[in-house]
């Protein structure tokens, strides 16, 4: 299951890697869910590794969850909910000054 948000407007997308038997992926299923409601403008996209078993994986993604900004891990397991929009929040304002 992929799920995306509708528009990017240059901001970097907020990927999370999920599994099927992962504890804390529920978590980050919340986190995703709730980001989009705090954030509708952010992209985020959920990829569950289930559905590409023999995709190849970006660099750094060793478990699940993993969040990705763009191509860059910012967290290996679920972060603080501060923490998230923080980072989203300072990539989209680097982001629109470019």
Known sequence: ???????????????????PGCAGCRTAMRLAQAVRQAR???PVEVIDLA???DAPLPPGVIGTPTYLLDDEVISLGNPEWEELLCRLDTAATTGDDE
């Open 1 to 19: 299951m992929t799920i995306s948000g509708d528009d990017s407007r240059g901001r970097p997308t907020l990927r999370i890697y999920v599994a």
């Open 40 to 42: 509708p403008d952010h």
């Open 51 to 53: 559905d590409q078993p």
